[in-house]
């Protein structure tokens, strides 16, 4: 029987203190758990051998059936722990830093580690023959192998994905039809969150046979194609360069790799016309897509294209209509009835520019002028440190000059086309009626000075001592505008 002095209770008692330190202990630190995973082991070790239980040979007091037992047990689980040990320090001294968060490899490495110990443990401590194990086991694996085939081709691609890593955790990839973000790649199976938040589970033998398209690779640049149907009628020149102004006046898309526009293919109904450009960030691609499709629709609108149903029988455009198509579009005078349109239509002035012509700038002492862009597309810049910086891009029906016919002031910002544009003026005697009698629209015009204020940045030339604790930006605009309106009027 073992006794307060024998090897075997401090052997139990070593086992006992390992699993309660081990239970109850901080999970945070790794670092601290490997290091009293290995005080345990050694500690282990050391009563295990001073007390004659030599894991490398059978367990002594064959005469003793409970002791020789307990000893058994003892060295049997000295494998256990030893493998435990060898397999994280594999893991943190063999393993590349990116397979460490991957299941896969670990799993694999862990089981070969525990395998060889357990023939150990069958070999030197309950004397076995493992030639008869391993010829028995052999017959046995091949039985298994025949019975779960499908989940060892499951195994074996995923040692192949996890081998070539064609994506890595947090990759926003696309699995044959299933896309979204990888949650998980282990033994059997990668898992994705797509879309809805839902996980989907891919087996890796299908992952293995499937397309698959990583979104994150290359890292500096993302794709985005959208495809627009036009009537068949439209000339297709008209189409290919208003869809190229319309990449070109998205300032997220890339200018290297260049955006390409193409007509994808014709059929008796429609031309279809495909867009393909580049992002720099993979969470820039939906609203970079969604901008596309506005732009395109103003480009289209502003040569007279208009997206409708191909079903429905288009009308024709008049020229006519133009201006007063122009102005029903800029935000501003959203809320102008048809008469109102119709007054400022007589009062527009058209002028053609070509490629980095000047549309507006605050060097310009001609007047105090609305510039509203008709076709093609115009960067706003701003002087800073002996270098001009692009704010934004202006598409048709945008417009800039509202410092001036608002409050009397023009902004330092300078207005140049980047393709040959049309731009219409609008003076400001013109517009001093108008803004008389609808206050809403000064209201919709302060307050787009004021957004781009506060989102780029933009210093107007306002006098220094203004007090802006009144009402900031935007109160200060509107006392300009009513002081400017009542001396003009």
Same mark, same amino acid.
């Given at each position: ?19 309660l330190v ?13 290091a ?37 047990? !003892? ?38 580690v ?50 070539t ?19 998980e ?5 990668t ?18 046979r ?36 319309a ?52 480009h ?5 294209v ?9 009308p ?30 007589t ?16 060097a ?17 810049t ?23 016919? !608002? ?83």
């Amino acid at each position: 029987m073992p006794t307060l002095t024998d090897g075997v209770l401090f052997g139990l008692g070593i086992l006992v203190l390992e699993f309660l330190v081990w239970r109850f202990m901080d999970r945070s630190s790794d670092q601290t758990r490997l290091a009293f995973r290995a005080l345990m082991f050694g500690l282990s070790t050391y009563v295990l051998f001073s007390s004659g239980m030599n894991p490398l040979r059978a367990a002594p007091w064959p005469d003793e059936p409970l002791r020789h037992l307990l000893a058994q047990a !003892l060295e049997v689980v000295w494998w256990l722990q030893g493998a435990r040990l060898v397999t994280i320090m594999l893991d943190r001294v063999v393993l590349p830093e990116t397979w460490h968060k991957e299941r896969l490899f670990q799993d694999v490495l862990g089981a070969l580690v525990f395998m060889a110990a357990a023939v150990g443990a069958i070999a030197f401590v309950l004397q076995l023959p493992v030639r008869g194990l391993l010829a028995t086991s052999g017959a046995l694996a091949v039985v298994l192998g025949l019975a779960i085939q499908s989940t060892l081709n499951d195994v074996f691609s995923g040692v192949v994905l996890n081998a070539t890593q064609p994506f890595r955790l947090g990759d926003w990839i696309t699995i044959g039809e299933v896309e979204g973000k990888v949650a998980e790649s282990n033994w059997r199976a990668t898992s994705l969150l797509n879309g809805q938040g839902n996980i989907v589970v891919i087996p890796n033998s299908v992952a293995a046979r499937a397309n698959i398209v990583n979104a994150n690779e290359p890292s500096h640049t993302h794709g985005i194609s959208i495809v627009l149907p036009v009537k068949p009628s439209i000339r297709p020149s008209i189409v290919l360069e208003a869809l190229a102004n319309a990449a070109a006046s998205s300032e997220d898309v890339l200018s290297e790799p260049k955006p390409l526009v193409s007509v994808r293919r014709a059929t008796n109904d429609a031309i279809e016309y495909e867009i393909v450009c580049y992002v720099d960030a993979l969470s820039k691609k939906i609203d970079v897509r969604n901008d596309l499709f506005d732009l395109a629709h103003r480009h289209l609108l502003s040569r007279g294209v208009v997206l409708r149903p191909l079903s429905v029988a288009e009308p024709a455009v008049e020229s006519a209509d133009e201006k007063h198509r122009l102005l029903r579009s800029v935000m501003i005078f959203q809320a102008l009835a048809d008469d109102e349109i119709s007054e400022l239509e007589t009062k527009l002035t058209m002028h053609e520019l070509d490629a980095a012509d000047t549309i507006y700038t605050a060097a310009d002492e001609r007047g105090h002028e609305l510039h509203i862009l008709a076709r093609g597309v115009a960067k706003v810049t701003v002087a800073k440190d002996g270098a001009e910086i692009e704010l934004r891009r202006l598409a048709p029906g945008d417009s800039i000059g509202q410092s001036g016919i !608002l409050a009397g002031v023009r902004t330092d910002v300078i207005a140049r086309a980047l393709t040959r544009a049309t731009v219409f003026r609008l003076d400001k005697t013109a517009l001093t009626p108008i803004l008389a009698r609808r206050p809403e629209v000064a209201k919709e015009m302060c307050r787009l000075l004021s957004e781009h204020h506060a989102s780029e940045e933009m210093l107007l030339a306002a006098p220094v001592t203004v007090d802006g604790s009144s009402g900031g930006l935007l109160q200060w605009i509107r006392d300009g505008v009513r002081r400017f309106h009542e001396l003009t009027i």
